[in-house]
């Protein structure tokens, strides 16, 4: 059988359909479990940032600085590089280095500072003179956080969260050519080691279609909540 | 009765230290529109800042009815400050939420009960007139509709005190009317002490009833509206109250007197003030009558309504033949107390 040239693409009788579905199953999971994490810790760094800024106290002054340079760095270490780096830390917190629960810690720890800057950008585009509004009205702090600046920013935390969730999808299927699972282990596996184009292309279009369903989801969000 | 004591403020700038605030001293008394003008730069904002705490005077101190919030700070100065209203130039609603939700907001600060609060807020968008759009978001408002939810919104914990920093400045002449004559039966109504803050001298004349003036961080002059209209001493007050009357000011006033020495080149040029009550009084017609043999024309006028009155200047040209007749119809116009300023003499 020749497997090479163009037709092979489309030899769909050489894929295997059950492992198809449960590896793109695994690339969504990976993606929906570590999107949560991200959204959660991202939010809290970015607030952390937000309100450590430009603060006159030397503790805050200090955290502002631990916590931008923990985010300066993870944003610049290569993703592929971050996975083998974080191998041993995987190890020990998940009990394993291979299948899509060891990709969730990379994931995380790099998308969640991506995340974190950009939710730290969305607080700081919220008009100052409302926040200030707020405090003429003797709102606390936390209520500041919670009343203003988490819902006037929604739209921008939204989309920050699109195109956050994108980005991990390509990180999963990176995860997954060494050995994390999902699309992308069984487009390298089963389709590149195996010399079978057919299910690379297959799995390349469910990869596109996550990722256009995710902005399509992340748009409507952000027409429905941005009344500006 | 809100009282500054000998208050400067002095920020450190990168340039610099920025004097903001100098030596003022001001009290406030309760249930009065008091104004505050001044060019942008003089510190005005700086000012009424300090009344809610959102800034600190470098020295003296600022105090509310005897509480002096210059000295307040955490949960202290969180209650002071729900009692105190503000509306800003450019409103500051939170476009996240509706015109009633944006009204509902302090209240939910002040940990008010969701039933009570939308009562509240239902009540005062009826009060600021825009029952029907309680469902609108800011985005779907004019600016005059927005202020009003900023007004609502600052009266929502029943403050005793409005401040109100520029907040018409953003607006159109006809939107700024309406704007002020909102917060005017608001002070009315709820005899509630208002400090205005502007650069416009009409938001003075037309809501205010003491004024203060502020030039670089200094009070340079204050009183009662109509008295600072009537008699203004320092030079940038002349400037302001020459702003909104157009033509009593020093510099302009040698410009109009030239213009009128060539154009009405005989008979007596005349400059009448009038005020209060007087401006409703027919006093020239009756001097004409008295004088039939003066013969008048009317060069200029013009008249404002002020708090206390109106407030009103008239230039005329008398001629006559005889001098005799001209002196007459001057004195009677003193006698009716009119001020009466004779420009040029035939
Ligand atoms: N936080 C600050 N840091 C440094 N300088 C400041 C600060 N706030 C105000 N100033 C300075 O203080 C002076 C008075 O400012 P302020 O805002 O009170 O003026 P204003 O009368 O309200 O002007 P405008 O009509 O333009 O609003 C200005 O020279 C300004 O640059
Ligand atoms: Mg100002």
Request: with cysteine; glycine share 8%; hydrophobic share 45%.
């Amino acid at each position: 059988m020749d497997n090479n040239g163009f037709a092979s693409y489309f030899r769909f009788s050489n894929v295997d359909w059950n492992n198809m579905w449960s590896a793109t199953w695994e690339t969504v999971w990976m993606t929906l479990v570590s999107i949560i994490v991200v959204a959660i810790l991202g939010a809290l760094l970015g607030l952390l940032l937000f309100e450590t800024n430009g603060s006159s106290s030397w503790g805050a002054r200090i955290l502002n600085w631990v916590v931008a340079a923990f985010v300066n760095i993870f944003r610049s270490i290569p993703f592929i590089i971050l996975i083998v780096l974080l191998l041993p830390a995987t190890q020990a917190i998940m009990g394993t280095i291979i299948g899509p629960k060891a990709a969730l810690p990379s994931l995380i720890i790099s998308a969640a500072p991506f995340y974190a800057r950009l939710v730290e950008i969305a607080f700081h585009e919220i008009d100052h003179g409302v926040i200030e509004a707020a405090q003429s009205m003797g709102a606390t702090r936390t209520q500041i956080i919670g009343k203003v600046l988490l819902p006037e920013s929604m739209p921008a935390l939204v989309s920050g969260i699109t195109v956050t969730s994108i980005s991990l999808i390509g990180y999963t299927a990176m995860a997954g050519a060494i050995g994390a699972g999902g699309l992308g282990n069984l487009a390298y596996l089963d389709g590149f080691q195996a010399n079978n184009n057919a299910v690379t292309l297959v799995a390349t279009v469910i990869i596109v279609l996550i990722v256009f369903i995710c902005q399509f989801i992340g748009d409507i969000l952000v027409k429905r909540i941005d009344k500006r | 009765m809100i009282e500054f004591k000998d208050v400067s403020k002095t920020f450190n700038a990168k340039e610099g230290q920025v004097h903001a605030v100098e030596d003022v001293n001001l009290n406030i008394p309760d249930g009065k529109i008091y104004g505050i003008v001044g060019y942008s730069g003089a510190g005005k904002s700086t000012l009424i800042r300090m009344l809610n705490g959102l800034e600190f005077p470098t020295t003296g101190s600022v105090t509310i009815n005897g509480t002096e919030i210059s000295g307040l700070s955490g949960k202290a100065l969180r209650n002071q400050r729900l009692k105190i209203g503000m509306i800003f130039q450019h409103f500051n609603l939170l476009w996240s939420r509706t015109v009633i939700e944006n009204i509902e907001f302090p209240l939910e600060i002040a940990k008010v009960p969701k039933k009570q609060r939308v009562e509240k807020a239902q009540h005062l968008a009826e009060l600021v007139g825009l029952a029907g759009r309680e469902n609108a978001y800011p985005s779907e408002l004019s600016g005059g509709q927005k202020q009003r939810v900023g007004i609502a919104r600052a009266l929502a914990n029943d403050p005793e005190i409005l401040l109100s920093d520029e907040a018409t400045s953003a607006l159109d002449p006809q939107t700024t009317d309406e704007v002020l004559d909102l917060l005017l039966s608001i002070n009315k109504q709820l005899n509630l002490t208002v400090v205005v803050i502007t650069h416009e001298m009409h938001v003075i004349r037309k809501i205010c009833d003491q004024v203060a003036v502020l030039d670089a961080g200094k009070i340079v002059e204050q009183g009662p509206v109509l008295d600072v209209f009537k008699r203004p001493q320092q030079t940038i007050t002349k400037r302001f109250v020459n702003q909104e009357t157009g033509s009593s000011n020093l510099d302009d006033t040698t410009v109009v007197v030239s213009e009128l020495l060539t154009k009405y080149s005989n008979g007596v040029i005349v400059k009448l003030t009038f005020h209060g009550d007087q401006a409703k009084l027919p006093i020239v017609s009756e001097m004409l009558r008295q004088f039939p043999d003066v013969d008048l024309s009317i060069i200029e006028g013009s008249i404002h309504q002020t708090q206390e009155g109106a407030l009103g200047s008239l230039y005329i040209q008398l001629i006559a033949e005889q001098q005799d007749n001209i002196n007459g119809a001057l004195e009677y116009l003193k006698t009716m107390r009119v001020e009466v300023e004779v420009i040029k003499r035939g």
